[in-house]
């Protein structure tokens, strides 16, 4: 079978339901994993350390990035956000496949590294329905609302870099879409070659 599980990288707008679609799909699909990033950002009412994210800062940031303990790491909204490496390589060797909730310059960083990475964009139904669901979030200040929807525009300039596009509109359709594109990788002729060989002998 497989030697390693999937490494799945989620990106799009702030607002646009990232978090949401994957507490779904990990709740349903339990081979699948979403990592805990770092942030220097402070902790929205509600998220708890270690769960939402692991809340650091600057110095253990920069001292963990001199380390070399990044698998890619970024600067979103003027706070730092990174992935641990060690995390994502534990989870995939014991064949969990992993789903990346990040942004634009991280997903540039794993598809030009050597990670394998299936990048999918989420993108929302409309304009103003996402300036509705970030404002809807209720914990972000008028500034920092502003700020998420400026930078969105710059960010849905990314999605032609992205292997699948899945536009948010019912949270269960799209959980959907990205059960059948992780299932369809799964299928791929090259993940599956041992166990190809294993049967039939090699190629
Ligand atoms: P992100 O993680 O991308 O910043 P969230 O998951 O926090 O976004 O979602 C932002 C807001 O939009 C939340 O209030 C969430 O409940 C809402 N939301 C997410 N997906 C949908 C959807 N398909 N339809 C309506 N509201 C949604
Ligand atoms: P928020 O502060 O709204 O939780 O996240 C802001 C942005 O940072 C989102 O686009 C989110 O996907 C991104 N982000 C969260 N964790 C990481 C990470 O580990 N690396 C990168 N590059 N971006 C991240």
């Not at 989620?10 to 349903?28: A, F, H, Y």
């Not at 692991?54 to 698998?71: D, I, M, P, R």
Request: hydrophobic share 35%; net charge neutral.
């Amino acid at each position: 079978m497989m030697s390693k599980g999937l490494l799945i990288v989620l990106s799009g707008p702030s607002g646009v339901g990232k978090g949401t679609i994957c507490r779904v799909l990990c709740r349903e699909n339990r081979h699948l994993v979403r990592t805990t990033s770092l942030t220097t950002r402070p902790p929205r009412k509600g998220e708890e350390d270690g769960v939402d994210y692991h809340f650091v800062s600057e110095k253990k940031f920069y001292e963990l990035k001199n380390q070399g303990a990044f698998l890619e790491w970024a600067k979103v909204h003027g706070n730092f956000y990174a992935t641990l490496a060690g995390e994502v390589e534990e989870l995939r060797q014991k064949d969990y496949d992993v789903i990346m909730e990040i942004d634009v310059q991280g997903a540039a960083q794993i598809r030009s590294s050597s990670a394998e990475g299936i990048s999918i964009f989420l993108l929302p139904p409309s304009m103003e329905e996402l300036w509705q669901r970030i404002n809807g979030r209720g914990s972000d200040t008028p500034d920092a609302i502003k700020d998420r929807f400026k930078t969105a525009r710059h960010e849905l300039m990314e999605v032609w870099k992205y292997d699948y596009v899945i536009i948010n509109d019912i949270v269960s359709r799209a959980v959907k879409d990205i059960e059948g594109i992780i299932a369809a990788e799964k299928c791929r002729v090259e993940r599956n070659k041992k166990f190809l060989e294993d049967i039939i002998g090699k190629r």
